[in-house]
C-alpha cells in the first residue's frame, strides 16, 4: 500500500509564492511517479504537474496554464516532492491534490491525497 499526504497550502496574495509538499509513505517502491491536480469548486480536477520516479529518469511534464511558474522537484526529505509555485494568480486559486501513480501486478493506480486548499487574493 501506499499513502500520501499535502502540506503547505494557504493564502498568498497575487503575484506571491507558496511552496507545497508531498510525502509518500508505505511501499514507495512501487511509485512510478508524483504530481499534482487541482480541482475548482464545481468543476472536475485538472493535471498540474508530474515527476516520474527517480529510476525512471525524473522525467517532469507540466500544464501549460502552469508552465514558467510553477515547478515540481525532489525535496530533501526522502520520499518527499515538492511544488513550488511563483506569480500566483486570482484563478490559481483551487484545492491542490497530491498523487502517486502505483504500479500494481496488472495496472497502474492513482493514489490521492487528501487536498490542501490554496487560495489567492488580490
Known amino acids: 500500500q501506499v499513502q500520501v499526504a499535502e502540506s503547505g497550502g494557504g493564502l498568498v496574495q497575487a503575484g506571491g509564492s507558496l511552496t507545497l509538499s508531498c510525502t509518500a509513505s508505505g511501499s514507495t517502491y512501487s511509485i512510478a511517479g508524483t504530481g499534482w491536480y487541482r480541482q475548482f469548486p464545481g468543476k472536475q480536477r485538472e493535471f498540474v504537474a508530474h515527476m516520474s520516479s527517480p529510476n525512471m529518469g525524473s522525467m517532469t511534464n507540466y500544464a501549460d496554464s502552469v508552465k514558467g511558474r510553477f515547478t515540481i522537484s525532489r525535496g530533501n526529505a526522502k520520499n518527499t516532492v515538492l511544488l513550488q509555485m511563483n506569480d500566483l494568480k486570482l484563478e490559481d486559486t483551487a484545492v491542490y491534490y497530491c498523487?502517486?501513480?502505483?504500479?500494481?501486478?496488472?495496472?497502474?493506480?492513482?493514489?490521492w491525497g487528501q487536498g490542501t486548499q490554496v487560495t489567492v487574493s488580490s
Open positions: 498523487y502517486a501513480d502505483r504500479l500494481g501486478p496488472t495496472m497502474t493506480e492513482k493514489v
